[in-house]
């Protein structure tokens, strides 16, 4: 069965401090890995795509790795501030019957305190 | 330009009403799919349509379908409500259809159904 497993479930550290989130799946075949970011009671915002073939993705503070080998990604948000507060979701898709399927972790919830 | 739409943001139902919700996508975009978020499941896909057509569908009982119009607006419709339909309903928009790495999904601010 595929599936997306997040780690930790939630973190607290304090303002300017980095940290890593993790995530494995098990999806295969693979087509590529996304990440979001979601404000309490907002909609995901995409933050980084990746495929097989990239190992690292930055979108400014935040950078993506993968490691399609061990089927492992790690989202290392630099030098955090309040806002970084949210939950932080790693999507995987996967080709399934002709079409694309989406296998969604249950993200991970990232407190940043002053 | 503006980003996904969703209505109504609240709404409450009680058992066995039926809902429908609305979502308008990005302006060019004509792949409109829905998702239920729920705390303990996490995001769970229900279907995708592109040009009008149900292209990909989770795997969610009949009371739950959906449509999209000619404009590439889409509705939802949850029919015979049961306590366990509360959740965070999320709609997404993207240029092209499927979830291929070039293809960027955005998503609405989504509509928080209750039902009592």
């Known amino acids: 069965k595929n599936q997306v497993e997040q780690s930790p479930q939630s973190l607290i550290i304090l303002e300017g401090k980095n940290c890593t989130l993790q995530c494995n799946y098990t999806v295969s075949p693979f087509s590529n890995l996304r990440w979001y970011k979601q404000d309490t009671g907002r909609g995901p915002v995409s933050l980084t795509i990746?495929?097989?073939?990239?190992n690292t993705k930055s979108n400014g503070r935040y950078t993506a790795t993968l490691d399609a080998d061990t089927k492992q990604s790690s989202l290392h948000i630099t030098a955090s501030q309040l806002s970084d507060s949210a939950s932080y979701i790693c999507?995987?898709?996967?080709?399934?019957?002709?079409?694309?399927?989406?296998?969604f972790g249950t993200g991970t919830r990232l407190t940043i305190i002053p | 330009k503006a980003g996904v739409t969703q209505t109504p943001r609240y709404l409450i139902k009680t058992r066995g009403q039926q809902v429908t919700l609305s979502c308008s996508p990005i302006s060019g975009h004509r792949s409109v799919s829905w998702y239920q978020q729920t705390p303990g499941q996490g995001l769970q896909f229900l279907f995708e349509y592109f040009s009008e057509t149900q292209r990909n569908k989770g795997n969610f009982p009949g009371r739950f379908s959906g449509r999209q119009f000619s404009n590439s607006r889409s509705e939802m419709n949850v029919s015979t409500l049961e306590l366990g339909d509360s959740a965070l309903y999320l709609c997404a928009s993207s240029f092209r259809q499927g979830a291929s790495s070039g293809n960027t999904i955005y998503f609405g601010e989504g509509s928080w159904l209750t039902v009592v």
């Open positions: 999507v995987v898709s996967g080709p399934h019957f002709g079409n694309e399927k989406l296998t």
């Open positions: 990746m495929t097989f073939s990239e």
